[in-house]
């Protein structure tokens, strides 16, 4: 009898434990390569490198005597700022979209409230340590080749910006011949031009690129640049031509 009575009062704390509302929050990062595919994950510890949005959620568990109402309070701030609050919510999720570099810190706190005769509970508890998410958004860079040869060999087939760009929020790109008219335009940093007008490869010569892009850590980019389009040849056979200026 002895024995049961310990056992009873040794797991005694274990089942109060279990019956604690605590919360495990989380944030989920939604982005896109410099390859165009979508990455996701969770962002807590993670460095990214182009425009991002994430989804922060509380997971709450809620054991019975506390459904009654949960009260959560979100706030963000730049990690070398605390100071400075850039967000502040009360939502058991919420989304964010990040378009300035820095390094952020966010932090969520939680009061359960009981049922009537119950206490309340705070997350987290004094004398608890506070969990945290904090990642990085890199800053901005872009540059772009000097040419390309669009020749079907499946190499260095388009004009696009060099790997490694990153942090880039706006973007807008057009290609010139050499008497200033507009050949083409895109508006997507994941984008390119295949050197091609009205479904035929240019001719082989120098064309112009004007980019106008804003980086994350609020880089303006203005590149003016001459492209060179070396199509060569492929198969024996020619490829442009057909294009006339």
Known sequence: MKRILFLLLALLPLWAWAQIPTVDPVG???TTNDKGEEETGDVNGQTLSSLFRVVFTANPTIPDGFKSQVWYEWTMWKTDNPAT???RRNDETFEYEFSE???????LKAIFY???GTEDYEFPQEGEDAKYIIFTMSESKLEFPNGFSPNGD???????????FKGIVKFHAAIFNRWGKKLYSWDDVHGSWDGKVNGKTVPDGVYFLNVSAKGSDGIDYNIKKAIN???GYNNGEEEGGTYEE
């Open 28 to 30: 989920t990062y939604y």
């Open 85 to 87: 609050i850039l967000v």
């Open 101 to 107: 570099s820095g390094s952020y810190t966010v932090q």
């Open 114 to 116: 009981g049922e009537e």
């Open 154 to 164: 499946e190499w260095n087939e388009t004009l696009h910006p060099k790997d490694g």
């Open 229 to 231: 389009v070396i199509s």
